[in-house]
């Protein structure tokens, strides 16, 4: 399928910025380590809510997590003595982030970079690493999920496998393998454990355009749906699947622009979204994720935001701008997003290398399972304000 006009240059610009990115994660990947610079916080800045005033509020930016100084208590007195010293507060940042998932205030993140997983287990004040060393090493980690039993999964393009590990990251098995995937780009559970939806985004000389589903405890094929074309049903680059409340399958269908929906044995049922520059429509969708209400998150990568539609596929709302400059809701390379049990949202951007997280605004900041331990590194507007001065000067 092909865009025209506007939604071209829209493309074509999201390309340029592509290969930016590209450049900078060489680079990045590097360091795993990095000072973050504290600034004081602004104690009269009013809360970023969405939509502003003068709509009712529905969300609220809670914090920004770029690296594992911001879930990981500091030390006793070490406040003072980098107010003495001037010393910095270090921490392990993200090489290139692409997918999230959240479990029991736990985030985890696939770094292509740095080829793992990295979890920041806020409400433990821990951070650790996955996947580095065989059994399951990850040579490409995309997409992520995590079941009710905490079992993390995660597609590895490289590797054409998805590896399954314990929420601690011990490896348990592999699912797949060359034989069955050509070009992986994400995985996820169903709620009720028993099936895992994996997309096959094929490439553009493949007819293999499709999602394949495989049994969670035994890894065997049960069976695919989806082809390449652009009539009902059809695929032309397919991104992510999220479930439903319902149970039905929301596959983002990247090349020709709409959200396909499905039932929970693969039989479409129906489709929204167009190409185009205006909110509602898309331009570069990527991920997306469900709510317990079954609306359904979807990032577009061009627009630099995430737009909620309900079940019906109508538009409620969006979160974020397109920016250079980075901040609260403002994203270049927007890829990833998860919603966790408590409704927080959890947008990843690739450029700024950060999870953004936003609060629904009737969850009270110290309710659910993110927690900031005591004695972390502070508000995340400290890491957002420094961030930001970085990037203007």
């Known amino acids: 399928m092909r865009t025209t006009g506007a939604a071209d240059r829209h493309a074509l610009a999201f390309i340029d910025a592509c290969a930016c990115a590209l450049a900078l994660a060489a680079v990045v990947s590097l360091v795993s380590c990095a000072p973050i610079a504290e600034t004081r916080p602004n104690a009269n800045r009013a809360p970023l809510v969405y939509p502003p005033p003068p709509d009712a509020a529905r969300f609220v930016y809670e914090r920004t997590i770029y690296s594992s100084a911001d879930v990981v208590p500091q030390e006793s007195g070490s406040g003072f003595r980098r107010m003495v010293t001037g010393e910095s507060i270090t ?29 920041f287990d806020a409400a433990n004040g821990r951070f650790y690493r996955i996947g580095e060393a065989e059994p399951g090493q990850l040579a490409k980690p995309l997409g992520i999920d995590v079941d009710r039993k905490g079992r993390v999964f995660v597609a590895d393009a490289t590797a054409k496998v998805i590896q399954v590990y314990d929420s601690g990251g011990k490896h348990l098995r592999r699912i797949g393998g060359p034989e069955f995937f050509q070009r992986l780009s994400s995985v996820t559970v169903d709620p009720n454990a028993s099936r895992i939806y994996v997309v096959d985004i094929g490439g553009v000389q493949s007819e293999l355009h499709r999602v394949r589903v495989f049994d969670t405890e035994s890894g065997a094929h049960l069976f695919d749906f989806g082809a390449r074309g652009t009539g009902p049903g059809q695929f032309n680059l397919p991104r992510d699947l999220a479930v439903g409340k319902d149970g039905r399958l929301y596959v983002v269908d990247g090349g020709n622009f709409r959200v396909s929906v499905f039932d929970h044995d693969g039989k479409y049922l129906e489709s929204f979204g167009s190409v185009g520059t205006q909110i509602g429509s898309f331009a570069r969708p990527k991920e997306i994720a469900a709510d317990a209400e079954g609306n359904m998150y979807v990032v577009d990568a061009a627009f630099g935001n995430f737009q909620i539609f309900n079940e019906r596929g109508e538009l409620l709302m969006f979160i974020g701008n397109r920016s250079e400059n980075d901040g609260p809701g403002k994203y270049m390379l927007p890829s990833g997003i998860a919603i966790d049990e408590d409704g927080r949202v959890y947008m990843v951007d690739q450029w700024f290398r950060k999870i953004d997280v936003f609060r629904p605004v009737s969850l009270s900041a110290d309710a659910g399972s993110l927690r900031r331990p005591s004695g972390s590194s502070g508000p995340a507007s400290k890491q957002a304000d420094a961030k930001q001065a970085n990037t203007k000067q």
């Open 91 to 119: 921490g392990e940042g993200i090489g290139k982030p692409y997918a999230v998932a959240v479990a029991q205030g736990r985030i985890f993140v696939t770094d292509t970079a740095e080829r793992v997983v990295k979890v």
